[in-house]
C-alpha cells in the first residue's frame, strides 16, 4: 500500500519561525515535526511506500538529504522519544520514502501531481493513504503506556471493511474536539449506517452557537479507493491551482445518495493540528510536560 503525506503548504501561519525552515522541521521538545508524522508509518506494515510532497526546491533538497540520513540514527531517535516518556516502536523497517516536488496547488492540487508521479512510475495499488503533515497525537496504549504513534492499521481495516459491507470509497478520519476548538475546522455529521459511520456532510468552520457538544472534526487523514478516484480523476482532482481535496472530494462525496464516504473516529488522548504559532507552543508544552506530570 502506498501513503501520500502533504507538505507543500507555505507555513504562513507559523511566520516568523517558517522563513527560517519549513513547518515540517519545526521542533517540538527536541524532535522535528517531521519525525513525529514519519513514526505513524514507521509503525505500520501495511505501507510499503511513503510519498512526501514537498514544495520548493530548497525544502525538497533539505528533505531528501535529510531521509537519506536518518536511517542510521533510528534507534536513536526512537530512544529520544523515550526519553520524553513515550514509546515508539519501529515495525515496518522496509518502508522507503520518496520526496515529490509540487507546486503549492492546495491539497487536491498537490495530491493530483503526485498522484501522476506514482501511477506513471508503476502504479498505485487498491487503496491508498493520504494525510497532511502538521499533527501531533497522543494515545494511551493497553499495557497503559503513552504513545506519539497513530494506528493507521486500524484505519485502513475500517476502510475495507466498511467498503465491503456498505460500498463506501473513502474513509476520513474525525477527532472529537473542545467546542471553541472546532470553530476553526470542518465540522463532520456523522450517521450510523449497518454498525459504521457514514458521512452525511460538512459544517465548515461553524459558528460555537451552532456547534453541539462533542463536535467531530476532520482529522486531516484519509483512504481512498484507487479504482474510484483514478477512474474520475479529472473530474474530482483537476489539475489547477486551488484545487481542494475537502470542497472537491469530500464534500462532493457527501452529496451522494448511497453512503460513500465513511468515518473513522480517533480514540485519542491529545490531538494537535500545528498550524500557527500557539498551537506550535501549545504542543511543545503538552509533549514536554507529560513525563513530568507521570513522575
Same mark, same amino acid.
Given at each position: ?81 523515550? %526519553? ?104 463532520? %455529521? ?106
Amino acid at each position: 500500500m502506498k501513503a501520500i503525506m502533504l507538505a507543500a503548504g507555505e507555513g504562513t501561519r507559523c511566520y516568523p519561525f517558517t522563513y527560517l525552515s519549513p513547518k515540517m522541521f519545526q521542533q517540538v521538545a527536541g524532535i522535528p515535526l517531521l519525525e513525529y508524522m514519519l513514526s505513524w508509518f514507521g509503525g505500520t506494515p501495511e505501507i510499503e511506500k511513503l510519498y512526501i510532497v514537498a514544495r520548493n526546491g530548497a525544502a525538497v533538497s533539505t528533505l531528501k538529504s535529510y531521509i537519506e540520513k536518518r536511517e542510521s540514527y533510528l534507534a536513536q531517535i526512537v530512544e529520544l522519544f523515550g %526519553q520524553l516518556g513515550y514509546k515508539v516502536e519501529y515495525t515496518n523497517p522496509g518502508l522507503e520514502i520518496e520526496v515529490v516536488e509540487a507546486y503549492g496547488w492546495g491539497t487536491g492540487g498537490d495530491l493530483r501531481h503526485a498522484l501522476n508521479a506514482i501511477v506513471s512510475a508503476g502504479g498505485l495499488g487498491e487503496d491508498f493513504l493520504v494525510c497532511n503533515a502538521d499533527y501531533v497525537i497522543n494515545r494511551k496504549l493497553a499495557d497503559g503506556a503513552l504513545s506519539l504513534q497513530l494506528d493507521l492499521s486500524d484505519i485502513i481495516d475500517y476502510h475495507r471493511r466498511c467498503r465491503k459491507a456498505l460500498g463506501t470509497v473513502m474513509t476520513v478520519a474525525f477527532v472529537v474536539v473542545a467546542r471553541e476548538e472546532a470553530t476553526r475546522f470542518g465540522v463532520g %455529521q456523522l450517521e450510523e449506517v449497518d454498525g459504521f459511520k457514514v458521512v452525511r456532510g460538512f459544517v465548515e468552520k461553524p459558528d460555537i452557537k451552532d456547534i453541539a457538544d462533542d463536535p467531530p472534526i476532520n482529522a486531516g487523514i484519509c483512504v481512498i479507493d484507487s479504482q474510484f478516484l483514478l477512474s474520475r480523476l479529472d473530474e474530482f482532482l483537476p489539475e489547477k491551482p486551488g484545487t481542494s481535496l475537502e470542497r472537491n472530494v469530500m464534500e462532493r462525496l457527501t452529496r451522494e445518495a448511497r453512503p460513500m464516504l465513511a468515518g473513522y473516529l480517533l480514540d485519542l488522548c491529545a490531538w494537535f493540528d500545528v498550524g500557527t504559532l500557539e498551537q506550535l507552543i501549545k504542543v511543545n508544552i503538552y509533549i514536554a510536560s507529560q513525563k513530568g506530570g507521570r513522575r
